[in-house]
């Protein structure tokens, strides 16, 4: 077959995609234009030339009708690679990713949470990964205007995580009715082709007429090379020859609309309703149950007529030979036609025991009551696209379920909550209103209230909530309504006072319902934010975290498990390391096995924190570039920014530790160029800009972002001991020379207060530093408090800064001590910049310090040595890879400069070097 006339251009590019993805450099091609103008010739030209190179393919062709099945794309592309084999072989490859990937798909449908697509979305990329190491792989995607929502979810989620894989995606498409949606979205890390209508000489060389009637068939045709053939095929039908200049003058009142007819309208009738029966059935009609639903008794006969007519090819099923027909044949049918074949073809798929996804895609267009059980096959199939990430299609079936039974208000509800999360607060308010009047139902109580925030405001919710409250009973129904009104409370600084009296009064629940635990979370957080005794704050904690099972109640829902996360952050927070790290282990191995990288994200922030509590800057610097590189390519909601924030937070300060100033600017830079919302995580940043300005010696900028971040806080009214802003103010006051004990004053009581050993130690040794004549008895005091506390680094400071101080005071021998205890606990604590200040005030003595020499494994970054310690352990690329999000090239890069480093000749003798 000759390559396509005027697409060299296209080729090119194509051939350009190919020979990347076999360097392992992955490409998107999206081919965009309308209908006949050759995208599918491409698609088939890309895989013949993929098939020359050794590539594994995979491919799919989207179908109007099962764009509301959820994964349809991707179920055919695993599927046409199963189905072509049986016995042993396909037992083999159901072993393998492609089986991973249905059990993904199956797992999914089994769980409508929020949270399982994104886990879902991160196991079907694995499943790519795997296809594509032992080969390059091409996923190509004909007509995927008509894919299903899912799947275009998920060529999204590839395509951003695509450049370091073995891959080439091509997506063929309709233009994109909007710039919102997923095809507009992929268009932004694609190569984009735009295959242009062919010239009148290209027409002229497909055509070989005479160049009056080419002229005319370019004008009639536009140049669209399926049309072109089309008005051929016509003409030859109608016995017009190509080469008589008269035929051109017939042409004109050919439009394509007018040929589909004719062609159509010269069939038999059993040809005609094959037809239509096929159209309506989808691109995978069976034959015989196409030929039983349009009542034709010969098949063979009628399928002869279609193909003899260019109307359908013939392979495993029957498909039309384009689109363009299949469509001009629907509308031939009409209405009623149509409602009454989708009706048939419902009964039909439900008689077979087919899935409820695929009989739902006919119901929805069929006459009510065509099924007694419409509304549960409606109501099933609804579910398993919620699971698939998409509401709109979902909120569509549970409607016309509604319709079919609209006395049902359970039924009315699952609408009310598909409509919420489409973000049709407006319908989603009634329907779940009038739901909630039809059952005695605490959540979806809480539902309704949900949806009344958005439409009329959190007031408005939470007035709806105290009057629910009051009508009902003590008792379990009552406090989940009590823990949605502690949840909606908690986001209004107004009711801040109102929202601590009323979570004090659940201080004493023991955390043995979700209900419970959602109360003291909120609890345990609020006493961080004002400050109550840390030793209240952990115990609170402890009994939210529950030993695991606040963590469980997290399945699901990506906001609940932020709430797990605050949780976390005030037992640290408040010393409680020893249970956190535990409850850090249990998630992390949760999440390991089966979740996602926000899921990673969120995990890990919790364990850098911890890190930096107990002064692990090596461990801090390595989770927070893990957990960056994790989430670079997730969308920018609320608690993607949130992580972001929090990760930039710790990255800065291990930065800092290290001694590379331009490193922690350069992620600060990288923050505030992507994300701009302000929330809590995102205000606690002007303290690490404070540092770098105070590490750069620009005082002045740090005491203004020292100022900020006291406005800021006190605009929500909180201030923390942990997010110590008057730190970076004393010391940039210091170095202007102006007053500063009044604010290392304030932070010594507002430290106390909460009682923490670790604020209470780092405040003393801040107040050391604006009072000379108390600075010695303060910074043993600073000493001893912190001997008690998990904080290594912490001490470590104050130790240096005891050991100094002794030494101006002459004390020289006393001295010593401190000082080389500090530069052993700065060397764990990987803070270069403190054991250098240790080693210079130990050198000022006279005494010699063991020499620190850069060899071995203390050469490794962070990331490296994470990467190697995995590696000698004895997992294996992929294995590592997994565990820490990110692909198994990134840790062949990883490992190839550890060798170097190492001198080593590859991982047989990692466990030997970093023993």
């Known amino acids: 077959m000759r390559e396509p006339l005027e697409r060299d251009s296209e080729i090119a590019h194509i051939r350009e995609a190919l020979d990347a993805a076999t360097r392992g450099e992955g490409r998107v091609v999206v081919i965009e234009g309308r209908a006949g103008i050759g995208k599918t010739r491409l698609v088939h030209e890309c895989r013949e030339l993929a098939k020359q190179r050794g590539f594994g393919r995979l491919q799919a062709v989207g179908d109007a009708l099962e764009s509301a099945m959820a994964w349809g794309v991707v179920r055919q592309m695993v599927e046409r690679s199963v189905s072509r084999y049986s016995g042993e072989i396909r037992e083999k490859i159901l072993a393998g990713p492609s089986g991973a990937a249905l059990k993904a798909l199956d797992d999914a449908a089994l769980d409508p949470s929020e949270a399982e697509l994104a886990r879902t979305l991160h196991s079907l990329w694995w499943v790519a990964v795997d296809l594509s190491s032992t080969r390059p792989l091409l996923i190509t995607v004909d007509d995927a205007h008509w ?5 275009l979810q998920f060529l999204v989620y590839l395509s951003r995580r695509i450049a370091d894989l073995p891959i080439t995606l091509v997506v063929a498409t309709r233009p994109p009715a909007d710039n919102f949606g997923p095809l507009a979205q992929l268009s932004v890390s694609a190569d984009r082709l735009l295959p242009r209508p062919l010239t009148t000489e290209a027409l002229g060389e497909l055509v070989a007429g005479h160049p009056d009637v080419v002229q005319a068939l370019h004008a009639a045709s536009g140049g669209n090379p399926f049309l072109t053939e089309v008005l051929v095929d016509e003409l030859k039908a109608l016995g ?17 609309s007018t040929v589909f007819r004719a062609t159509l309208g010269r069939l038999p009738a059993d040809a005609v309703a094959l037809a239509g029966a096929v159209a309506v059935l989808g691109s995978h009609a069976d034959p015989w149950q196409a030929a039983s639903l349009a009542d034709v008794n010969d098949l063979p006969g009628a399928v002869e007529a279609l193909v003899a007519a260019n109307v359908i090819v013939t392979r495993e099923h029957l498909e039309f030979v384009h689109p363009v027909v299949r469509e001009a044949v629907l509308t031939g049918l009409g209405p009623i036609a149509r409602a009454s074949l989708h009706a048939r073809a419902a009964k039909a798929l439900w008689e077979g025991h087919s899935p409820a996804d695929r009989v739902a895609a006919h119901l929805v267009h069929a006459p009510k009551g065509t099924l007694p059980n419409a509304a549960d096959v409606l109501r099933k199939a609804a579910s398993q696209l919620l699971a698939a990430g998409d509401p709109h299609t979902a909120a569509a079936h549970l409607q016309r379920a509604v319709d079919e039974r609209p006395n049902d208000a359970a039924l009315r509800a699952e609408l009310g909550r598909a409509l919420l999360r489409t973000g049709d607060a407006v319908n989603a308010h009634r329907h779940l209103k009038a739901a909630a009047a039809g059952l005695a139902d605490a959540e979806l109580v809480a539902a309704a209230a949900s949806a009344t925030a958005v439409v009329e405001g959190p007031q408005a919710a939470i007035d709806e909530l105290t009057d629910a409250i009051a009508a009902r009973p003590a008792g379990e129904s009552r406090l989940h309504l009590e823990a949605r009104l502690a949840v909606f409370r908690s986001f209004l600084p107004d009711y801040r006072q109102a929202s601590s009296m009323h979570l004090s009064a659940y201080a004493g629940l023991a955390g043995s319902t979700p209900d419970e635990r959602t109360l003291l979370g909120l609890l345990s957080q609020m006493g961080r934010y004002e400050v109550w005794p840390h030793d209240e704050v952990a115990a609170t904690a402890t009994r939210a975290l529950a030993n695991g099972a606040y963590l469980d109640d997290a399945t699901g829902s990506t906001d609940a498990m932020v709430a797990w996360l605050v949780a976390l952050l005030a037992l640290m927070a408040a010393d409680g390391v020893d249970v956190a790290r535990r409850e850090i282990e249990r998630a992390r191995l949760k999440v390991r096995a089966h979740g996602s990288p926000v899921e990673f994200a969120m995990v ?11 002064g692990n800057m090596q461990a801090v610097e390595a989770e927070a570039e893990g957990a960056l590189a994790a989430i670079a390519h997730e969308d920018p909601v609320s608690q993607v920014i949130g992580l972001r924030a929090t990760s930039t937070h710790f990255a800065v300060y291990a930065a800092l530790e290290r001694g590379d100033v331009d490193a922690a600017q350069a992620v600060m830079d990288a923050f505030d160029l992507n994300d701009a919302t302000t929330m809590m995580p995102t205000i606690w940043l002007h303290e690490p800009r404070g540092l770098i300005a105070l590490a750069r010696g620009d005082a002045a900028r740090a005491l203004d972002e020292a100022y900020r971040q006291r406005d800021a806080m006190a605009a929500v009214q909180v201030d923390p ?12 006051l210091l170095q202007l020379g102006e007053p500063a004990c009044e604010l290392a004053t304030e932070q010594l009581g507002i430290a106390r207060k909460w009682g923490a050993a670790t604020e209470v130690g780092a405040a003393l040794r801040l107040l050391a530093h604006t009072s000379p004549d108390g600075r010695l008895e303060l910074l043993t005091e600073s000493v001893s408090t912190l001997e008690g506390s998990p904080a290594r680094l912490e001490l470590a400071r104050s130790l240096v800064d005891l050991g100094e101080a002794m030494r101006v005071a002459r004390r020289r021998s006393d001295s010593r001590e401190p000082l080389h205890r500090a530069i052993d606990l700065a060397s764990e604590c990987g803070s270069a910049v403190l054991r250098a200040r ?29 990467v190697a310690d995995l590696a000698a352990a004895g997992r294996a690329n992929r294995e590592i890879a997994q565990e820490l999000f990110v692909t198994p090239k990134t840790v062949e890069n990883h490992l190839g400069r550890i060798y170097t480093k190492l001198g080593i000749a590859g991982r047989r003798d990692l466990a030997r070097v970093l023993a």
Do not use: H, M, Y
């Not at 890990?604 to 107990?614: M, P, V």
């Not at 001991?721 to 940039?732: E, L």
């Not at 005030?841 to 962070?862: H, N, Y």
């Open 838 to 866: 240790a080693v210079e005030a130990l050198e000022a003595i006279g005494d010699r310090p063991r020499r620190q020499v850069v060899i071995g494994a203390e050469s490794l970054t962070a990331s490296e040595r994470r």
């Open 147 to 151: 894919a299903d929502l899912s799947s």
């Open 604 to 614: 890990t922030n919790a364990s850098q924190f911890l890190n930096w509590r107990c």
């Open 721 to 732: 001991p942990t997010i110590p802003w008057r730190g970076v103010a004393v010391r940039a």
């Open 240 to 256: 017009l020859p190509l080469r008589d200049s008269a035929t051109a003058a017939k042409i004109s009142g050919l439009g394509p």
